[in-house]
């Protein structure tokens, strides 16, 4: 139960973030407008939480009463809205950290903001939530840049601690 509870908390905290209307359009030219748009469903949380106690990690299936049944990747497109043609998304390891973030995002990470390798979700939150208004087109980018990070790291590549994303997701929006 407690698992299926840090999954609730990570799935709301994308809510806590306010939409500036300036980053819609970068969030879709990425590729991201539907996933943001998902994150808004209401979610029927009794279905979800007998469906995780009916799933084997053993067979990769849910075991229902009138079978097993699978996820699979169409359903993950149909469902998130995700492209999955094209070049496949892969990184290398990043040996700085900090110069990385200053790279993307244009910021200084300061002590307590990371932990090893994972940026705290709670301090790109706090950085980034609000764009400035009347700012060069660049420091827009920096902010869909830090809010895709923030919403690939609470909810796709979301941890059981929900708490950081591990660095390397955001050298995927280095060619924003």
Known sequence: MEKTQDAWNAL??????PMDECLLSYIDAAGFGALFRVQW???D???ITSLVERWRSETNNFHLVNGEMTITLKDVVVL??????GFTVTSST????MELAMVILGVD???GSFQGSRLSLAWIR????FCPDEVLDEVIQRHARAYLFYLVGSTIFSDS?????HMTYLMLFEGF
Do not use: Q, T, Y
């Not at 709301?12 to 973030?17: A, F, G, K, L, Q």
């Not at 990043?94 to 950290?97: H, I, L, M, R």
């Not at 601690?161 to 994303?165: K, N, P, V, Y």
């Open 12 to 17: 709301s905290i994308s809510r806590h973030w």
């Open 41 to 43: 469903l209401r979610l």
């Open 45 to 47: 949380k009794p279905l």
């Open 80 to 85: 998130l809205g995700l492209r999955v043609n």
């Open 94 to 97: 990043w040996g700085d950290w």
């Open 109 to 111: 990470l300061p002590p």
């Open 126 to 129: 706090e950085r980034f939530a």
């Open 161 to 165: 601690s929900s708490r950081g994303i």
